[in-house]
């Protein structure tokens, strides 16, 4: 049971433009929600989250929206440059009931050509 | 910058050896989480404590993993016997947990161990 699912294995986009990547999931019980970014060879590096009780938050070039009534959430990346080639792991937690623990998506291959 | 340590980052045995995977968390962390990178599983949970016990082992086969936390400055996850089905990464992370508010900061992660069972 995938509770938390990328459904592109990856997107190719050109320096400048916008990229969005997309996560959707089924647990209603989640509530708090991250992305991760991951470079071959290394871990997990945090990138941005959000609480359920927002609909976008942003950090820079990087802005996540959700749509609990979709249970939907997706990452923009504006302009994109080509250091953000990477995977991208969309990641849910549902906090009072499990303490912190994460579900992750399978994750998605974001390629930016210059 | 605070990082979780892993060692080693690189393991290559013959199946049924005994392989044991290290992590040091972050300072100041009380949450510690073991996961299990395949190509074919993405990102899978294995077991996770909090103040050095165990909270969750649920997806460890538990026949043949198992996960302590001797200090709180060290976490193991150890493989007896191994076999190749568990070539894969392993990864560490750690996090602080605020219990009074049940929130929690992102967890950070190790640069993992790669597996190799032959």
């Known amino acids: 049971d995938q509770q938390v699912k990328q459904n592109s294995p990856s997107l190719s986009v050109q320096e400048g433009r916008i990229s969005i990547l997309n996560c959707d999931y089924t647990n209603s019980m989640f509530d708090y929600f991250l992305w991760y970014k991951k470079y071959p060879a290394e871990g997990p590096t945090f990138l941005i989250s959000i609480s359920s009780i927002k609909d976008k938050n942003e950090d820079g070039r990087f802005t996540v929206f959700l749509n609990k009534s979709a249970k939907h959430l997706s990452l923009h990346i504006v302009p994109s440059q080509p250091g953000d080639s990477a995977v991208y792991f969309c990641?849910?937690?549902?906090?009072?009931?499990?303490?912190?623990?994460?579900?992750f998506g399978e994750g998605t291959q974001l390629t930016v050509n210059p | 910058d605070a990082r979780v340590t892993q060692t080693p980052r690189h393991k290559v045995t013959e199946m049924g050896q005994e392989v044991t995977m290290r992590c040091q968390p972050i300072l100041g962390h009380n949450t510690v989480f073991w996961y299990r990178q395949t190509m074919m599983q993405g990102l899978e949970l294995l077991a996770y404590f909090r103040n050095r016990a165990p909270l969750d082992d649920s997806g460890m086969p538990k026949d043949r993993f198992s996960a302590e936390m001797p200090d709180a400055t060290l976490a193991t996850l150890k493989i007896q016997p191994s076999e190749p089905r568990d070539s894969a990464v392993y990864f560490c992370?750690?996090?602080?947990?605020?219990?009074?508010?049940?929130?929690?900061?992102?967890?950070?992660f190790g640069d993992g161990t790669r597996l190799s069972i032959l």
């Open positions: 992370a750690s996090g602080l947990v605020l219990f009074r508010l049940g929130r929690s900061q992102p967890q950070h």
């Open positions: 990641a849910a937690s549902a906090q009072e009931t499990s303490g912190s623990r994460l579900t």
